[in-house]
């Protein structure tokens, strides 16, 4: 395995300003949407609408300690949200969680 560079030109860096004034990078709302399941649109369009900041990242690989590989929904810094019943380290939700629970879960 080889190391790769990444041109900033390809990938430019994202900022959004959180809560106080914290700055962390993010993924805009409108590039989210595509990658999520269609049945979790209405609780992000809720979190957006609510004003929650875009995530971190969106869906991603993560590993669980045995070795499985799942895929959370959304990270916020080092808080993610996952399918219910992944089994990930994070929130797990589905689509009808309150959003006062995800609120709470991301300190917002």
Known sequence: ???????????????LTLG?????LGIPWKELFPLLDEAYH???????EAGVPP?????????????????SLARWGGK?????GSGG?????DPSTPL???????GL
């Open 1 to 15: 395995m080889g190391i790769f560079l990444l041109s900033s030109e390809e990938f430019p860096p994202r900022t």
């Open 80 to 84: 993610r949200l996952f399918p219910k």
């Open 89 to 93: 380290e994070g929130l797990e939700v």
């Open 55 to 71: 995530p971190t990242e969106g869906p991603e690989d993560v590993e669980l300690g045995d070795g499985t590989m799942i895929q």
């Open 20 to 24: 106080k004034g914290a700055t962390s």
């Open 42 to 48: 209405p609780l992000f369009q809720a979190l957006r």
């Open 100 to 106: 006062d629970a995800v609120r709470r879960y991301l």
